[in-house]
């Protein structure tokens, strides 16, 4: 295959005068969904593309966004929704952020404390094979209970405003009919602390990547009550983040870094690769996670309960099939109308744009041509095929933006009577 090269006219016309960047500076946390960076690294793919990857671990996002606007970082392991927050000037330090790359789909879990889990299976038949939705009447339950009881609503962790873990959380809890903005409260907890967190006490429940759930469980503290697929099944979840000027300066880069991340997801992909996969995120440069824990949730394989109880998710981890690093511009769209649903942003048409230009599709077909994977068209809308089924049933169409948001019945500024099915 030909590289091509070039920054299409959606970036800013900088270009070099000089040699281009080389050894990049990339900001990482600790998570399953880093794989293909770090196999990049490791497996030598970005050094048959005349890259170096120098990997950074890092404690939050908070500081890989920081790292990256202040160039301390050239490109960055990031929440799927960071890029997207950065072009509509949201959070603390906003600085413009694209994707030419997403690093796969899958890996979160949402993961309560045994204590709470317990409160839910007293007031619901919650049986082995119950389902995410049957779990979220649960809790809806156990929370009027709560209320008349005059008890301090629980407190659950996520790892960033602008996350995957927000969305998938709030969208799980509403569907159940808990409003997320007043039945519970949310706090920002980093990945590394989330099992941490839950031992202590300090929350009573929480969203995160692997193979942080898993751990809550291996200690004793936690049960998973849903995962990322069966809120969303191919919701985009991180994403490899860039400044614009900078890949308009090293355009020649950004190609062979898609180059290099595209064959490291192909390898990811194959499951004969994932002991040695699993070794490596193990290492304390990595994960610092048991190797065993890795290894099976690779597979998708989760115990659940002390009782013996276990689960399966096919495809937990999609690191390279199904388009799955194709940054698609319905995916922004979708983590945008959630951002408006929870009072983050204003719709508007300009929004709209601005949340787009985010996923730089253009970047990842000019690096890959006729290597590039492109989502089949007739799977575009999200929620529309059926192996691609939102919780709830609903398909979100971009171009009923507004009216997408305004059918769901919890929402910011929507204050209804709360009943365990009304979402």
């Known amino acids: 295959m030909k590289r091509q090269s070039g920054i299409d006219a959606g970036a800013p ?68 929704p960071m890029p997207i927050a950065s072009m509509l000037d949201l959070g603390s330090n ?4 694209i994707t ?10 949402i993961t309560l404390s045994l204590r709470l889990f317990e409160r839910m299976k007293a007031v619901a038949d919650l049986t082995e094979d119950a389902s995410a939705i049957d779990h979220a009447w649960a809790l809806a339950a156990v929370l009027g209970a709560m209320r008349e009881n005059g008890e301090q609503p629980p407190t659950f962790g996520m790892t960033y405003p602008f996350s995957s873990h927000n969305y998938e959380f709030r969208y799980w809890l509403a569907a ?26 300090a929350i009573d429940g929480f969203c995160v990547g692997a193979p942080w759930n898993m751990v809550a ?3 004793g503290g936690g049960r998973i009550v849903a995962a990322k697929q069966d809120i969303w099944p191919s919701a985009p979840e991180k994403v490899v983040g860039m400044r614009p000027d900078w890949a308009a300066t090293n355009a020649d880069t950004v190609s062979r ?50 009782f013996g109880h276990h689960r399966l ?75 691609d089924r939102f919780m709830d049933d609903r398909i979100f169409d971009p171009s009923r933006m507004q009216d997408y948001i305004a059918g769901f019945k919890v929402r910011a500024g929507a204050r209804l009577p709360r009943t365990p099915t009304e979402d």
């Not at 906003?94 to 952020?97: D, H, L, V, Y």
């Not at 099976?296 to 309960?305: C, K, M, N, T, Y």
Request: net charge negative; with cysteine; glycine share 6%.
């Open 176 to 201: 159940g009919g808990v409003d997320p903005d007043r039945d519970v409260k949310l706090v920002v907890v980093p990945p590394p602390l989330t099992s941490d967190a839950l031992a202590a006490g």
């Open 94 to 97: 906003p600085s413009p952020t």
């Open 257 to 306: 870094l898609i180059i290099a991340l595209d064959k490291a997801a192909r390898w990811c992909d194959q499951q004969a690769n994932h002991d040695h996969l699993a070794e490596m995120l193990a290492s304390p440069r990595y994960i610092l996670a048991p190797g065993d824990i890795i290894r099976r949730v690779l597979a998708g394989e989760f115990s659940l309960d002390a």
């Open 217 to 219: 469980y291996e200690r």
């Open 100 to 109: 030419p790359f997403s690093l796969g789909r899958g890996g979160n879990a």
């Open 313 to 387: 998710i096919r495809d937990y981890f999609v690191f390279h099939r199904q388009a799955a690093n194709f940054p698609q511009a319905n995916q922004a769209l979708w983590i945008y109308s959630q951002m408006i649903r929870w009072g983050q942003v204003d719709f508007s048409p300009e929004n709209s744009a601005r949340a787009q230009s985010a996923y730089r599709a253009d970047l990842y077909q000019t690096a890959l041509g006729d290597a590039a994977q492109v989502p089949d068209p007739a799977n575009l809308l999200p929620g529309a095929s059926a192996d």
């Open 13 to 80: 016309a900088v270009h070099s005068s000089g040699p281009e960047q080389r050894v990049l500076r990339a900001g990482f946390i600790p998570l399953m969904d880093a794989s293909i960076l770090i196999a990049a690294a490791e497996m030598g793919f970005a050094a048959a593309e005349g890259l170096k990857l120098d990997l950074v671990r890092d404690v939050s996002w908070a500081n890989v966004r920081d790292r990256l606007a202040f160039r301390q970082f050239d490109i960055a392991h990031m929440l799927s």
